[in-house]
């Protein structure tokens, strides 16, 4: 059994990393409300924006773009969403076992066909790990999204897929639903899919100045962009919360480890008293 010395020492310890992990918890509860207020603020302007652009298509049945050009993949640039820092549970870890499964399933390309851009330090350091080199540093949006930041990687991606240096770009990101739940999430970006009208719908009959092709290709990029933004501010507003609740579990495990540690503790004072007074009794009778 442990010495009283060593409990006492080991609950100021416990205690003092209970201290810490409490204090992160609430600096990550406040920034989590301000990235919450962010997304939820800026996701409805995201959606009215894919309905206008579908309610555009409806009443434009041939319209095509560059943008949704489907060609046979040769390369592949993965955009991927991850943290600077830990301590937020299995969130950059799941991350990075998605990205894994991901580029398996394009092997056949070869290293050299498939692009990563890693937005934060965690997965940049985990797409090196599994052999390629970030195409550039995009660690300073993971923790201050920047819309300007993200218009530029957007840009990028489609001058790349314009330029026909890549086929197709995938996204992975955690989507935010709430303080407790936060969904990874895998998705093409391009090729951009027009959805058609379906049989039996109604035809919005739109007055389009200068024509409906050039508003058509001022939309789709516009879109896009704001697709970045948003997986941005969703991973940015996932990763507060589950620092939040990895801070709330490992602080309400310091209380059960020191509950554990109090008890043995008295146990151990209480046995330490007993033995000093069973030697003087034993004293006393000789």
């Known amino acids: 059994m442990a010495s009283l010395k060593e409990i006492k020492s080991r609950i100021q310890s416990v205690k003092s990393t209970q201290k810490i992990t409490s204090a992160m918890k609430m600096v990550s509860s406040a920034k989590l409300r301000k990235a919450q207020k962010t997304i939820e603020n800026f996701f409805p302007y995201e959606q009215r924006l894919n309905g206008l652009l579908g309610n555009f298509l409806s009443a434009e049945a041939d319209s095509t773009s560059i943008f949704s050009e489907v060609r046979d993949v040769k390369r592949v640039?993965?955009?991927?969403?991850?943290?600077?820092?830990?301590?937020?549970?299995g969130f950059n870890s799941n991350v990075a076992k998605r990205l894994s499964q991901t580029i398996s399933t394009y092997q056949s390309l070869g290293r050299e066909h498939i692009l990563i851009f890693p937005v934060g330090k965690k997965v940049a350091k985990a797409s090196r790990k599994?052999?390629?080199?970030?195409?550039?540093?995009?660690?300073?949006?993971?923790?201050?999204?920047s819309y300007t930041a993200a218009l530029s990687l957007a840009d990028d991606?489609?001058?790349?897929?314009?330029?026909?240096?890549?086929d197709k770009v995938e996204l992975i990101y955690h989507h935010f639903k709430s303080k407790s739940s936060q969904v990874l999430t895998s998705e093409v970006l391009l090729p951009i899919q027009l959805n058609k009208p379906t049989k039996g719908t109604i035809a919005l009959d739109y007055l389009v100045e200068p024509d409906r092709q050039t508003i058509l290709e001022e939309l789709i990029p516009m879109v896009l962009r704001l697709k970045i933004y948003t997986a941005l501010l969703d991973s940015n507003a996932s990763e507060y919360a589950a620092r939040t609740m990895a801070m709330q579990i490992a602080t309400d495990n310091a209380d059960d480890i020191l509950q554990d540690l109090s008890l043995l503790y008295n146990k151990s004072r209480q046995q330490a008293i007993t033995n000093e007074l069973l030697d003087i009794l034993g004293g006393s009778f000789k």
């Open 130 to 145: 599994l052999g390629f080199e970030p195409y550039s540093d995009f660690e300073a949006m993971a923790d201050k999204p």
């Open 77 to 89: 640039a993965i955009v991927v969403f991850s943290s600077n820092s830990s301590l937020c549970g």
């Open 157 to 166: 991606l489609m001058q790349l897929f314009l330029n026909k240096d890549i």
